[in-house]
């Protein structure tokens, strides 16, 4: 499906600009476009450094299993197939925390620390898990308590009142997460059930 | 007044983890410089996995925005989304949204100064920015950091949530404004 949507994204930009008579765009934004992903990663390298750092600090300090624990109902319903002491569910909850905070540049170190915990508990590695796709799906539609840069953008652009978009924003991303894991759950079961009666 | 309360959280709320972090280390006895350096060590190997797939990505969605081929294609489901009472003023951030996270924020800063913060488009953006996520972006860079090449269904979920934030946006959006 990747594949389908990044030939689309590629082929339509490509056809668009012949059309428009500026096919000189192509080459100009292909090598910018390839500069802008290697300087986000530089980025991310600083970023990833530190965040893993504080995170083992964390772990060895005993914090990660103490949240782990509170959160183990959570995480048993959601990720069976990941035992309740891996060190995948500390990076995990450290992300969705991070997401719910608004911290974007802290989410990202924490979830790849979690697919590479992910990974090793995968049988096939070149094929994404249940829990993977879970945790996708928790990190794509996460809850938001504070969306501060746009409350930002609103009181730079002058608003009367720049934070009323607070308890929507949170309405609609809970909504959006509570249907996303719910979704993801039924399709789980779905697909495990159909294996199981495929296998005999 | 909850702008600043917002405003002051997210500014504690780093600083404030370094020392929870730090503190509960040095209480526990860890050696915490060790530690850290022994977290961190892995820090750039995973970032620098990641540059084929962040190329791939802004390369695509650069040269669709860039080219005008995202306009059409905001048009061309604009009769789509007008059925379900979305202005067409935030098509472009809609379609823009799962896919690159900087662009989208351009975007909705856009529509906010245009039309000004505390109008129904205003506040739709600002909504649609808080709760949409950049799906691809998490998707390749999430998965190609471990090397899966079959997403399953990571892609249908992602792209359920973000109509998902959409539809929820417009529905919170057309009760409160």
């Known amino acids: 499906m990747l594949n389908l949507i990044w030939l689309f994204l590629i082929l339509t930009g490509i056809v668009v600009a012949a059309f428009n008579g500026r096919i000189d765009l192509v080459t100009e934004t292909f090598f910018s476009g390839a500069n802008e992903g290697v300087k986000v990663c530089l980025d991310l390298i600083g970023l990833m450094t530190l965040w893993l750092g504080m995170l083992e600090v964390a772990r060895q300090a005993g914090l990660i299993r103490i949240l782990a624990r509170l959160l183990r109902p959570f995480t048993v319903l959601f990720f069976p197939g990941v035992p309740s002491d891996h060190p995948a569910l500390g990076a995990i909850i450290m992300n969705i925390s991070a997401n719910i905070l608004g911290l974007g540049n802290a989410a990202t170190p924490f979830g790849l620390k979690a697919m590479e915990e992910l990974q090793k508990l995968n049988p096939r590695p070149d094929t994404a898990t249940d829990a993977m796709c879970t945790f996708l799906a928790a990190n794509t539609s996460c809850i938001v308590l504070v969306p501060a840069t746009i409350v930002g953008v609103r009181v730079a652009a002058g608003s009367a009142n720049a934070a009323e978009i607070v308890g929507p924003t949170l309405f609609a991303t809970g909504l959006t997460m509570v249907v996303t894991l719910l979704a993801d759950f039924c399709w789980r079961n779905f697909f495990r059930v159909r294996r199981r009666s495929a296998g005999r | ?177």
């Open chain 2, 1 to 177: 007044m909850i702008a600043q309360v917002l405003g002051e959280v997210s500014r504690w709320a780093i600083p404030f983890l370094f020392v929870l972090f730090l503190v509960a280390g040095w209480c526990r006895r860890v050696p915490v410089y060790e530690a850290f350096i022994q977290g961190a060590a892995e820090g750039f190997q995973i970032a620098v996995r990641i540059i084929p797939y962040l190329v791939a990505m802004f390369v695509a969605i650069k040269i669709f925005r860039v080219s005008g081929a995202m306009d059409i294609f905001a048009r061309i489901c604009a009769p789509l989304l007008g059925l379900i009472g979305a202005p067409p003023e935030v098509l472009p951030l809609a379609v823009m949204r799962p896919l690159s996270g900087s662009s989208a924020l351009g975007l909705a800063t856009e529509l906010i100064h245009t039309h000004g913060p505390d109008t129904f488009i205003g506040r739709l953006a600002s909504i649609m920015q808080g709760t949409t996520d950049t799906t691809f972006f998490v998707l390749t860079v999430y998965f190609g950091s471990v090397g899966i090449r079959r997403f399953r269904h990571a892609v249908p979920l992602g792209l359920m949530a973000d109509l998902t934030g959409l539809f929820a946006s417009l529905f919170i959006c057309h009760l409160l404004f």
